[in-house]
């Protein structure tokens, strides 16, 4: 079974772990890598719909594992008890629906060694909850995979320190500026070409209308000296 480079990244962020639960885990390729790889002994495949259920199932049986993975119907963390794996992988969602799974749950989150997340969408949302709610930010990291971006953020729920940032580093994360994370330069880029589009399609000269294009022009400047860091 070979990973997307999207899960491949997911992967090589694990450590060896006795119990690991894939939230929302649909085909439960993470699951099932984990468990043929040594990476867990047994591992949890949790998703809130039934038919991604069976289909990890099915999949955990072609692939000879299914004695190690444990299919279980329900929403965010509801479907593992308080300590029961050390490791939590939440993929493929909303930043927004990562950030709701996390604050459900939070003496669930408390007891993990740590958690590996992976929005498909607004990392901006899920960065700004994790930097101001106290989580230790042990990695980030970044992909391309079939022409989209994926943040990956691995993190540790801690009590105390909430670090508050100018907003912009919500949507550029710090730490891979400062790793100078090899993709940042034309993920900034991106960025940047996405508010000239939408820049270019504002015509009115409403006050609301004016205060966008202010914004968005603000912002276009600060990436373009981000993008300049970058090179
Ligand atoms: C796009 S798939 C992602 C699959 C896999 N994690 C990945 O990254 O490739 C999203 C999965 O999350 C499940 N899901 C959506 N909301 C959920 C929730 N609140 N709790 C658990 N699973 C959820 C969906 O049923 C679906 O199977």
């Known amino acids: 079974?070979?990973?997307?480079?999207?899960?491949s990244l997911i992967v090589d962020h694990i450590e060896e772990c006795d119990t690991l639960v894939d939230v929302g885990t649909d085909h439960g390729y993470i699951p099932i890598?984990?468990?043929?790889?040594?990476?867990?002994?047994?591992?949890?495949?949790?998703?809130?719909?039934?038919?991604?259920?069976?289909?990890a199932k099915?999949?955990?049986?072609?692939?000879?594992?299914?004695?190690?993975?444990?299919?279980?119907?329900?929403?965010?963390?509801?479907?593992?008890?308080?300590?029961?794996?050390?490791?939590?992988?939440?993929?493929?969602?909303?930043?927004?629906?990562?950030?709701?799974?996390?604050?459900?749950?939070?003496?669930?989150?408390?007891?993990?060694?740590?958690?590996?997340?992976?929005?498909?969408?607004?990392p901006e949302v899920l960065r700004e909850y994790l930097y101001t709610n106290g989580y230790e930010v042990i990695a980030e990291d970044l992909c391309i995979d079939e022409d989209k971006y994926y943040e990956l953020f691995k993190v540790k729920a801690k009590v105390g320190e909430e670090t508050e940032l100018d907003p912009i580093y919500y949507e550029i994360s710090p730490k891979l500026l400062r790793d100078r994370h090899p993709l940042m330069g034309e993920y900034i880029e991106a960025k940047k070409e996405k508010y000239e589009k939408i820049l270019s399609f504002i015509e009115d000269d409403t006050e609301s209308a004016l205060n966008r294009k202010k914004e968005l022009e603000e912002k276009i400047a600060i990436l373009t000296n981000l993008e300049n860091y970058c090179n």
Do not use: H, W
Not at 1 to 7: A, H, I, P, T, Y
Not at 35 to 47: F, P
Not at 85 to 112: F, H, P, T
């Open 58 to 122: 099915l999949n955990s049986i072609f692939e000879g594992v299914d004695e190690n993975i444990d299919t279980r119907l329900g929403g965010g963390l509801e479907t593992i008890k308080l300590g029961e794996a050390q490791v939590a992988i939440i993929a493929g969602m909303g930043g927004n629906l990562i950030r709701d799974i996390l604050e459900a749950d939070k003496d669930k989150v408390k007891e993990l060694e740590f958690m590996v997340l992976q929005p498909a969408q607004n």
């Open 33 to 55: 890598y984990a468990v043929k790889n040594g990476i867990c002994k047994n591992a949890i495949a949790s998703d809130i719909n039934k038919d991604p259920l069976d289909k």
């Open 1 to 7: 079974m070979e990973l997307s480079k999207r899960l």
